[in-house]
């Protein structure tokens, strides 16, 4: 099982990460709302901006204040091992 750091040391596991999408666009800002009122919502930014929203294949919807580039090069660096690692850092804002 590979870890994925989305962000302040918040990790969620590589295998079950359905989608990793931008939370601007309507429908999705919407699915966070219904995952909120559901309480299937997992808020990981700590208060700054959401600006990954990442599925999960359990339903949950989990927040990221991290982009979604970062946390998808994150990824493909997990089940790449020889990846350099230079080309998997990127800054956190």
């Known amino acids: 099982m590979k ?8 990790m969620v596991s590589a295998g079950r990460v359905v989608a990793i999408v931008s939370p601007e666009s309507a429908p999705i800002k919407r699915m966070i709302q219904d995952a909120r009122d559901g309480g299937s919502l997992i808020d990981a930014t700590y208060g700054r901006r959401t600006r990954a929203v990442i599925i999960a294949d359990s339903g949950h919807i989990i927040l990221s204040a991290i982009q979604p580039e970062t946390v998808s090069n994150r990824i493909i660096g997990a089940s790449d091992p020889t990846a350099a690692p230079e080309e998997l850092e ?3 804002d």
């Open 3 to 10: 870890l994925i750091n989305i962000g302040y040391g918040n």
């Open 90 to 92: 990127e800054e956190e």
